[in-house]
C-alpha cells in the first residue's frame, strides 16, 4: 500500500490511471476530475485509518497549491470521511492530519453519498442555538473525549432524525448540534429522537421542584456547566474508580 505499482486493481481507473493522477472524469462528459475525489482516492490507498499525512505529502501526490487542498479536504465530511488536525488531536504537529475513519472513494465501487445543502449561516445558527454542545453524547466543542483524551471534539450540524440525511430542504428545527464522533456513519443505527408526545406525559408526572430544575437545564442549557461535562466523563469511569470517586465527593461535601 502507497509503493508506486504496488496498488490493488480497486486503485485505477476504468483508463488504467490511478484514480488520483486523473485529470478528466470517466465517461463521455469529459468534466474535469475534482480535487475531493482524487484527495479522497490517494488517502484510501496510501493512509489507513490512525496514519498520518501531511498537506506536503497531497502536493506531491496531486499536484495542488495548499490553500486549495486545504478547503477540498475539509469538505470530505460531506464524504464521511473523518480527518483531525491539531486543533482536533494535540498530538499531531501544526501541518499533520490524521485519518480518523475512511469515508467514500472512487474505488470503493459505491455511489458517491448525496450532501444534505445546509448553509453556512443555518449551520451557524443551529451551533449557537445548541450552544457548541452535542446533543447526542453531550461533549462540549474543543473539549476532550473521556475515552480519547488526545482527541477534542468538534462540533458540526446534523439531522435529528438521521434518515432524513438527503432531505435538502432542512430547517432549524430539523437539526442539531453533534460532534464529528456522533454525526459519522454510525448515526444512522441510531434509534430515532424522541417526540414531544412521548416525554410531555412523563414531565406532567413530575414533581413542582422536579419541573422547576428541567425548566431552568432547558432554558439555560444545562449541557454547557462544568458539572454536566464532568459528569459525562465520570460516569464513563469503571464501577470500582467512580465508587471512589463518589466516596471523595461525599468528604469534600460534608
Not at 486543533?87 to 469515508?103: F, I
Not at 458517491?112 to 452535542?134: E, G, K, Y
Not at 416525554?199 to 437545564?217: D, F, G, I, Q, T
Amino acid at each position: 500500500m502507497g509503493a508506486s505499482g504496488d496498488y490493488p486493481p480497486q486503485a485505477y481507473a476504468p483508463s488504467g490511471e490511478l484514480w488520483w493522477r486523473l485529470e478528466v472524469a470517466p465517461g463521455k462528459s469529459r468534466r474535469r476530475f475534482g480535487a475531493e475525489q482524487r484527495i479522497a482516492a490517494w488517502l484510501a490507498f496510501n493512509r489507513r485509518e490512525g496514519q498520518i499525512f501531511t498537506m506536503r505529502d497531497l502536493r506531491a501526490a496531486l499536484g495542488e497549491d495548499a490553500e486549495h487542498l486545504n478547503r477540498r479536504l475539509r469538505k470530505l465530511r460531506g464524504d464521511h470521511w473523518q480527518i483531525l488536525s491539531q486543533k482536533d488531536d494535540g498530538s499531531l504537529a501544526h501541518d499533520e492530519y490524521r485519518v480518523g475513519e475512511v469515508g467514500w472513494h472512487p474505488g470503493s465501487g459505491k455511489p458517491r453519498p448525496r450532501r444534505a445543502d445546509v448553509s453556512d449561516r443555518l449551520r451557524t445558527q443551529v451551533i449557537r442555538r445548541d450552544q457548541s454542545t452535542c446533543r447526542v453524547c453531550g461533549v462540549v466543542a474543543t473539549d476532550p473525549y473521556p475515552d480519547v483524551p488526545d482527541r477534542r471534539a468538534v462540533i458540526t450540524v446534523g439531522h435529528r432524525i438521521p434518515g432524513k440525511r438527503l432531505d435538502r430542504s432542512a430547517t432549524a428545527d430539523d437539526l442539531q448540534a453533534e460532534c464529528e464522533r456522533c454525526n459519522g456513519s454510525v448515526r444512522d443505527e441510531v434509534a430515532d429522537p424522541e417526540t414531544l408526545a412521548e416525554v410531555r406525559p412523563e414531565v406532567r408526572m413530575m414533581k413542582k421542584a422536579e419541573k422547576e430544575e428541567l425548566l431552568a437545564w432547558l432554558e439555560n442549557g444545562r449541557t454547557t456547566s462544568s458539572v454536566q461535562r464532568l459528569y459525562l466523563r465520570a460516569r464513563r469511569l469503571a464501577e470500582s474508580e467512580r465508587e471512589v470517586l463518589i466516596g471523595d465527593l461525599r468528604l469534600m461535601t460534608q
